[in-house]
């Protein structure tokens, strides 16, 4: 059973929210919050597996909320995803970098948010890397426009060459078996490199990944010029 707290300050959101959920089987959602503060609380005493958390709320807000959540070492295995009612939210990039898992528009198709909902859980990230890479991009140009450069993090060293180029394809968007192809190795060994480097870098996962890859600086903030 998946279990899910949902985060938003209105309540016919939540409630509509909750009767999709419900009513789908191995889906249970176990508490509800209008406010950051009040969501951190019940996701310590619910521990969910995933987390609808909206951005813009009173007092606490979710980008808040969710860093607290990614922080606690206790809730590691629970999942954030943003709602959002723009997909370019400016604060969707930040949330992003702070743990979230990924985002969701508000509008978004009923079977799409189940099929989210169950791929953050297998431990996936919600939305494709290309989607999440526009995002970041949006912003990334943004940056560099007020010159603002992504400086190399230090603890970039530690990855292996190969870590290195199966990080720039997962930020270009590329799934473990195309990944695997493109560098003529086994799936399986594609996605032991993949795990190895959320671990190396402490990626929840792989949209944490892409963020990563443009903060480093091995993918240029003018990658969606072509």
Do not use: C
């Not at 309540?11 to 951190?40: H, M, N």
Request: charged share 25%; proline share 5%.
């Amino acid at each position: 059973m998946i279990s899910v707290v949902l985060a938003d300050d209105q309540a016919l959101v939540r409630a509509g929210f909750r009767a999709l959920l419900d009513a789908e089987p191995g889906i249970e959602v176990v508490g509800e919050a209008a406010d950051g503060l009040r969501a951190v609380e019940v996701v310590r005493a619910t521990r969910p597996d995933v987390v609808l958390m909206d951005i813009r709320m009173p007092g606490v807000d979710g980008l808040e909320a969710t860093r607290r959540i990614a922080a606690d070492p206790e809730l590691a295995a629970t999942r954030v995803v943003i709602l959002t009612t723009f997909e370019l939210d400016e604060y969707v990039f930040e949330a992003l970098r702070t743990g979230a898992s990924g985002f969701l528009v508000k509008d978004t198709e009923p079977v799409d948010l189940l099929r989210g909902v169950r791929a953050v859980a297998a431990g996936d990230g919600l939305l494709s890397p290309s989607v999440t890479r526009r995002v970041i991009g949006s912003f990334a140009a943004a940056a560099v426009a007020h010159g603002r450069q992504p400086e190399p993090p230090r603890d970039l060293g530690q990855l292996t060459d190969r870590e290195r180029e199966v990080l720039v394809l997962v930020a270009e968007g590329l799934s473990n078996d195309e990944i695997a192809a493109r560098l003529v190795i086994s799936p399986a060994t594609a996605k032991t490199h993949v795990s190895r480097t959320m671990i190396k870098l402490g990626a929840r996962d792989r949209a944490q990944l892409v963020v990563y890859a443009y903060e480093a600086g091995l993918i240029r903030p003018g990658w969606l010029a072509g």
